[in-house]
């Protein structure tokens, strides 16, 4: 199977393998299918014996209960391979069981290795991953204390300014980062940054406050002919300093973390090496587009403005998962309505 799988890979490489739209795979998810095949090599020298791939003719009974057994034997030892020995959790299991599916699609569609459809069988799971939100006063504070930014080392300080940009656009990192100078538009006086997503190729038109034209000019000083607004920075680098940043805004107050094994919600307040979980702590990237998203949700903008300039549609499920109304928010919300209720006669 592994060597199927690798020649899978160098296709999508290569674009010999295409989208269904005809477009090219992108080489995020090629360097996806290159941990799953790791992770397929992995699981063969556990089991001491290759993942064998047969083909199936369909018109024997035994040879198809003997094809059903061995898959469904392969999909529970597999995930639990990943979910014991990896410690892996719901999503990143159900991406690389979709990625195993998409793999057996190619070699029945596109290699004509008719391997039957016991791999349909693969359960694809998935997870809500609560992810850390800003409330406005934390983002204020970021922007306006200046005082806090300049206690910051230069490190620090980029970071901080890239952190604000995003909390403030709502951009996924990967258009983020791609994001030009160029880009930059100037018209009745305001500055728009008008983007094309990578994810949803949707056209978004995002109009700039006047801090984050400041932070844009901070670093066209030191662009040094870089095309980009921002420098590239490995994504493990960038976490760690976001992470540092809260640390030092103060934001270090306990909190518990939730994932999913199986289904199961597993809730912890210690990580593995025995330190307690803080809001600083859970701080990524991903903190950026839900802040910016769920900010722009609390103080008053409208539902379909928010989904214009984070790039969904109107009827968009995946909107909601980057919707994270923070407690202290739906308590005062709460509030508000008991208030009137009691007003009514």
């Given at each position: 199977?592994t060597?199927?799988?690798?020649?899978?890979?160098?296709?999508?490489?290569?674009?010999?393998?295409?989208?269904a739209?005809?477009?090219?795979?992108?080489?995020?998810?090629i360097r996806?299918?290159?941990?799953?095949?790791?992770?397929?090599?992995?699981?063969?020298?556990?089991?001491?014996?290759?993942?064998?791939?047969?083909?199936f003719?369909?018109?024997?009974?035994?040879?198809?209960?003997?094809?059903?057994?061995?898959?469904?034997?392969?999909?529970?030892?597999?995930?639990?391979?990943?979910?014991?020995?990896?410690?892996?959790?719901?999503?990143?299991?159900?991406?690389?069981?979709?990625?195993?599916?998409?793999?057996?699609?190619?070699?029945?569609?596109?290699?004509?290795?008719?391997?039957?459809?016991?791999?349909?069988?693969?359960?694809?799971?998935?997870?809500?991953?609560?992810?850390?939100?800003?409330?406005p006063?934390?983002?204020?504070?970021?922007?306006?204390?200046?005082?806090?930014?300049?206690?910051?080392?230069?490190?620090?300080?980029?970071?901080?300014?890239?952190?604000?940009?995003?909390?403030?656009?709502?951009?996924?990192?990967?258009?983020?980062?791609?994001?030009?100078?160029?880009?930059?538009?100037?018209?009745?006086?305001?500055?728009?940054?008008?983007?094309?997503?990578?994810?949803?190729?949707?056209?978004?038109r995002?109009?700039?406050?006047?801090?984050?034209?400041?932070?844009i000019?901070?670093?066209?000083?030191?662009?040094?002919?870089?095309?980009?607004?921002?420098?590239?920075?490995?994504?493990?680098?960038?976490n760690?300093?976001?992470?540092?940043?809260?640390?030092?805004?103060?934001?270090?107050?306990?909190?518990?973390?939730?994932?999913?094994?199986?289904?199961?919600?597993?809730?912890?307040?210690?990580?593995?090496?025995?330190?307690?979980?803080?809001f600083?702590?859970?701080?990524?990237?991903?903190?950026?587009?839900?802040?910016?998203?769920?900010?722009?949700?609390?103080?008053?903008?409208?539902?379909?403005v928010?989904?214009?300039?984070?790039?969904?549609?109107?009827?968009?499920?995946?909107?909601?998962?980057?919707?994270?109304?923070?407690?202290?928010y739906?308590?005062?919300?709460?509030?508000?309505?008991?208030?009137?209720?009691?007003?009514?006669?």
């Amino acid at each position: 199977m592994t060597k199927l799988f690798d020649r899978f890979l160098k296709d999508s490489y290569k674009g010999k393998r295409l989208k269904a739209n005809g477009n090219r795979i992108k080489h995020q998810t090629i360097r996806n299918y290159e941990y799953v095949l790791s992770y397929l090599v992995m699981f063969e020298q556990k089991q001491q014996a290759p993942i064998r791939i047969r083909v199936f003719k369909g018109n024997n009974k035994r040879e198809f209960l003997t094809e059903k057994k061995y898959w469904a034997k392969f999909y529970q030892d597999f995930t639990s391979f990943l979910y014991k020995e990896k410690n892996c959790y719901d999503n990143y299991v159900g991406m690389i069981t979709k990625t195993i599916r998409v793999f057996f699609g190619y070699l029945n569609r596109e290699l004509g290795i008719v391997t039957g459809d016991f791999y349909k069988s693969f359960y694809v799971c998935q997870e809500e991953i609560p992810i850390i939100t800003l409330m406005p006063e934390q983002l204020n504070f970021l922007i306006n204390d200046n005082q806090f930014k300049h206690s910051l080392s230069r490190p620090l300080e980029k970071a901080r300014n890239i952190f604000i940009f995003g909390c403030t656009v709502g951009l996924r990192i990967s258009d983020l980062f791609v994001t030009k100078f160029s880009d930059i538009e100037y018209t009745g006086g305001c500055y728009y940054l008008p983007v094309k997503t990578i994810k949803t190729a949707s056209r978004v038109r995002i109009k700039l406050p006047g801090y984050a034209m400041d932070i844009i000019r901070e670093f066209r000083k030191s662009a040094k002919g870089r095309k980009t607004i921002f420098p590239p920075v490995p994504p493990t680098r960038f976490n760690n300093q976001i992470k540092s940043l809260a640390e030092l805004a103060g934001w270090t107050h306990q909190i518990s973390k939730t994932r999913n094994k199986r289904g199961r919600s597993e809730e912890t307040l210690f990580s593995e090496t025995g330190r307690a979980y803080r809001f600083c702590d859970l701080v990524s990237s991903h903190t950026m587009r839900i802040t910016a998203i769920t900010t722009m949700l609390m103080l008053g903008m409208k539902e379909h403005v928010v989904k214009q300039i984070s790039g969904h549609t109107n009827d968009s499920k995946s909107f909601y998962r980057y919707v994270n109304f923070v407690q202290s928010y739906v308590d005062n919300e709460m509030d508000r309505v008991f208030e009137e209720l009691g007003k009514i006669v």
